[in-house]
């Protein structure tokens, strides 16, 4: 009966959101997340070591590794601390959004964000601030995992795919402002003012994701005063009965407690069986796991040149402003890129196949001019052809998220974006910045050291390429046979109402 009633009750209609408030929101708070790349990774924020000629005289270093004395490893591992809490962190979050309101556990995201990149401006050592790096890492885990598919539920059908694209542009476009913003702050202040002005900037969005009405995910219960709470407890049975049984009667306190714990414990050994269900079920979509894994290549190469891509730059062509040479250049590419993806996706029909189309052939002719870019010795040269082919590897951002999105059920997205994030961190980013400094460290020579990393675009573009051929399903509208739902037919209404053409 307590079910059927709350099954009755309509979800709660947000009054202030509309879906592009919803995308422009998001953006914004995911460029930060990326200028938070940038920055560290900046000549201006990250520094340069030691050095000293052969007549013995030392130059003192500058920034975080000047400062800390880091060598290159250290400096590729500092730049990578952020995923040990992102690993641990995203896999909760999003089996924590079954049960919890998903708005709101973005809300504890970014406060964690906040707090830990106010902690780096404060740092004193190598290893506090890599802790502070760590705890960057969880309270990026809940926005990663669960903006996407918010947006994605509130896109207008025709456009999906260029909404995807206009949110990840901000990736290139907030790292490429990061080595700018990195650079100034860094020359005219010091790399410490770069984390507490980021801090300062993301404070309003943490406080805004707590205070406005909690907005609800598709394929997960509402959670409007704990509705979500309690049918799960109602439907997990016995535990529960037993519970509101004991309570009517009046029993002892000691016996409620026991009660209260055992549920605990139950939901607790629930969620962790559901959560390895769906991991399990998610490793089995071959669609998936295919798009997944060149996505690991290509992000391998990405994060690398996110990284040393300045250094790189300021050694083989002797950029004085390397900083403010690729983060222009990224952000024109990022942005152009990238929406550029998008438009043709939806152009093309949004579909899997087309997406994997898209993905080999953008990757391939990217990974042949960038290629090309490293072989030239003119300056001008690198920067033309380097430019083309940055344009053709940043179209691959909306349509392998969209794969992510829509290879799935519902129910899944959440984790989907989760694992996805993690896999490519993990295999791709993470070793490619300490692996890059060690090869580089070995050979010490730059040129050889970027050919070397991009032509592992090759195998991405090799990996999306066989994707073409698998049978591909858009499960957007499937239901999951386990899909936690008060009210199925209100779930698959968007979470935003209204006119999506307005502000």
Same mark, same amino acid.
């Given at each position: 009966?307590?079910?059927?009633?709350?099954?009755?009750?309509?979800?709660?209609?947000?009054?202030?959101?509309?879906?592009?408030?919803?995308?422009?929101?998001?953006?914004?708070?995911?460029?930060?997340?990326?200028?938070?790349?940038?920055?560290?990774?900046?000549?201006?924020?990250?520094?340069?070591?030691?050095?000293?000629?052969?007549?013995?005289?030392?130059?003192?270093?500058?920034?975080?590794?000047?400062?800390?004395?880091?060598?290159?490893?250290?400096?590729?591992?500092?730049?990578?601390?952020?995923?040990?809490?992102?690993?641990?962190?995203?896999?909760?979050?999003? $089996?924590?959004?079954?049960?919890?309101?998903?708005?709101?556990?973005?809300?504890?995201?970014?406060?964690?964000?906040?707090?830990?990149?106010?902690?780096?401006? $404060?740092?004193?050592?190598?290893?506090?601030?890599?802790?502070?790096?760590?705890?960057?890492?969880?309270?990026?885990?809940?926005?990663?995992?669960?903006?996407?598919?918010?947006?994605?539920?509130?896109?207008?059908?025709?456009?999906?795919?260029?909404?995807?694209?206009?949110?990840?542009?901000?990736?290139?476009?907030?790292?490429?402002?990061?080595?700018?913003?990195?650079?100034?702050?860094?020359?005219?202040?010091?790399?410490?003012?770069?984390?507490?002005?980021?801090?300062?900037?993301?404070?309003?969005?943490?406080?805004?994701?707590?205070?406005?009405?909690?907005?609800?995910?598709?394929?997960?219960?509402?959670?409007?005063?704990?509705?979500?709470?309690?049918?799960?407890?109602?439907?997990?049975?016995?535990?529960? $009965?037993?519970?509101? =049984?004991?309570? $009517?009667?009046?029993?002892?306190?000691?016996?409620?407690?026991?009660?209260?714990?055992?549920?605990?414990?139950?939901?607790?050994?629930?969620?962790?069986?559901?959560?390895?269900?769906?991991?399990?079920?998610?490793?089995?979509?071959?669609?998936?796991?295919?798009?997944?894994?060149?996505?690991?290549?290509?992000?391998?190469?990405?994060?690398?040149?996110?990284?040393?891509?300045?250094?790189?730059?300021?050694?083989?062509?002797?950029?004085?402003?390397? =900083?403010?040479?690729?983060?222009?250049?990224?952000?024109?590419?990022?942005?152009?890129?990238?929406?550029?993806?998008?438009?043709?996706?939806?152009?093309?029909?949004?579909?899997?196949?087309?997406?994997?189309?898209?993905?080999?052939?953008?990757?391939?002719?990217?990974?042949?001019?960038?290629?090309?870019?490293?072989?030239?010795?003119?300056?001008?040269?690198?920067?033309?052809?380097?430019?083309?082919?940055?344009?053709?590897?940043?179209?691959?951002?909306?349509?392998? %998220?969209?794969?992510?999105?829509?290879?799935?059920?519902?129910?899944?997205?959440?984790?989907?974006?989760?694992?996805?994030?993690?896999?490519?961190?993990?295999?791709?980013?993470?070793?490619?910045?300490?692996?890059?400094?060690?090869?580089?460290?070995?050979?010490? %020579?730059?040129?050889?050291?970027?050919?070397?990393?991009?032509?592992?675009?090759?195998?991405?573009?090799?990996?999306?390429?066989?994707?073409?051929?698998?049978?591909?399903?858009?499960?957007?509208?499937?239901?999951?046979?386990?899909?936690?739902?008060?009210?199925?037919?209100? %779930?698959?209404?968007?979470?935003?109402?209204?006119?999506?053409?307005?502000?």
């Amino acid at each position: 009966m307590a079910t059927r009633s709350l099954s009755e009750d309509s979800p709660p209609t947000p009054s202030w959101f509309t879906p592009k408030r919803l995308l422009v929101i998001f953006c914004v708070i995911n460029m930060l997340n990326y200028v938070d790349r940038g920055a560290i990774a900046s000549n201006g924020v990250n520094g340069s070591q030691r050095t000293c000629d052969d007549k013995g005289i030392c130059t003192s270093g500058s920034g975080i590794q000047g400062d800390f004395k880091l060598n290159n490893f250290q400096d590729g591992v500092l730049s990578s601390a952020f995923m040990v809490g992102l690993l641990v962190a995203s896999p909760i979050f999003a $089996s924590l959004a079954k049960s919890h309101n998903p708005f709101r556990l973005i809300g504890v995201g970014l406060s964690v964000w906040t707090f830990a990149t106010a902690g780096c401006g $404060s740092s004193f050592d190598f290893w506090s601030i890599a802790i502070c790096r760590m705890l960057v890492g969880v309270g990026e885990a809940s926005f990663i995992s669960l903006a996407a598919p918010f947006i994605d539920d509130n896109a207008p059908v025709p456009q999906k795919t260029a909404w995807l694209s206009m949110f990840y542009m901000c990736i290139p476009t907030g790292v490429a402002l990061g080595y700018v913003y990195g650079g100034v702050v860094g020359s005219h202040l010091n790399w410490r003012y770069a984390f507490w002005g980021e801090a300062i900037l993301m404070l309003p969005f943490a406080v805004l994701a707590f205070v406005i009405k909690p907005l609800q995910l598709k394929g997960f219960a509402p959670a409007e005063s704990g509705k979500a709470q309690v049918v799960a407890s109602v439907s997990e049975g016995s535990e529960a $009965s037993n519970l509101n =049984d004991h309570v $009517s009667e009046d029993i002892s306190d000691q016996a409620s407690e026991r009660s209260i714990k055992s549920i605990g414990e139950s939901r607790f050994l629930n969620q962790l069986s559901q959560f390895s269900k769906d991991t399990k079920d998610l490793l089995q979509e071959k669609v998936y796991v295919v798009n997944v894994l060149g996505y690991i290549a290509y992000n391998f190469v990405i994060g690398a040149y996110s990284y040393w891509g300045p250094k790189a730059g300021y050694n083989i062509y002797h950029m004085s402003n390397a =900083d403010m040479m690729f983060g222009g250049v990224t952000i024109v590419c990022g942005i152009v890129g990238t929406i550029s993806g998008g438009f043709i996706l939806d152009q093309m029909g949004a579909t899997i196949s087309n997406a994997f189309k898209l993905l080999s052939a953008a990757t391939f002719l990217g990974a042949i001019f960038c290629l090309t870019a490293f072989c030239l010795s003119s300056l001008y040269g690198f920067l033309a052809l380097f430019t083309v082919g940055e344009l053709l590897v940043f179209a691959t951002q909306a349509p392998v %998220n969209y794969v992510c999105l829509h290879s799935v059920k519902p129910s899944l997205r959440a984790l989907s974006m989760a694992i996805s994030t993690v896999s490519i961190h993990v295999f791709g980013d993470v070793p490619s910045s300490p692996l890059v400094g060690v090869l580089q460290d070995h050979v010490n %020579n730059w040129r050889k050291t970027t050919l070397a990393l991009t032509s592992i675009f090759f195998l991405a573009a090799g990996i999306w390429f066989v994707g073409i051929f698998l049978k591909s399903i858009d499960k957007f509208n499937e239901d999951g046979e386990n899909q936690i739902s008060l009210d199925s037919k209100a %779930n698959m209404k968007p979470l935003l109402e209204g006119n999506g053409d307005n502000l």
